[in-house]
Nanobody
Framework: QVQLEESGGGLVQPGGSARLSCAGS????????LGWFRQAPGKEREGVAC????????YYADSVKGRFTIILDDAKRTVDLQMDNLKPEDTAVYYC???????????????????WGQGIQVTVSS
């Protein structure tokens, strides 16, 4: 079955960088949509960055455009999230998710994604 596991979180200073990695099994990077989501305390889970090689679509939330990059790493068989110029408001639990097929317009809608990792904490603080 599909399994996902996030790694790479922790404490980062404002303006710093971090790279999250999601390793998965039960699917291929070429056949699924892959995404990163986050949820801060008291807020709804939101799509941060998603991509799919099936339809060639990539999505970034407005709040992270120009700062975050989603990367499909074939050598490591991971989907990574490179986060630069981190801000305190980026503090959240970050989740990796995947679903069959292309991305379409599903990234902003967490309920449409079927498979999830357990989440990893990212804290941006001085």
């Amino acid at each position: 079955q599909v399994q996902l596991e996030e790694s790479g979180g922790g404490l980062v200073q404002p303006g710093g960088s971090a790279r999250l990695s999601c390793a998965g099994s039960g699917f291929t990077l070429d056949s699924n949509a892959l995404g990163w989501f986050r949820q801060a305390p008291g807020k709804e889970r939101e799509g941060v960055a998603c991509t799919s090689r099936v339809d060639g679509q990539t999505y970034y939330a407005d709040s992270v455009k120009g700062r975050f990059t989603i990367i499909l790493d074939d050598a490591k068989r991971t989907v990574d999230l490179q986060m630069d110029n981190l801000k305190p408001e980026d503090t959240a639990v970050y989740y990796c998710a995947t679903d069959e097929g292309g991305l379409g317009a599903t990234c902003p809608v967490p309920a449409l994604w079927d498979y999830w990792g357990q989440g990893i904490q990212v804290t941006v603080s001085s």
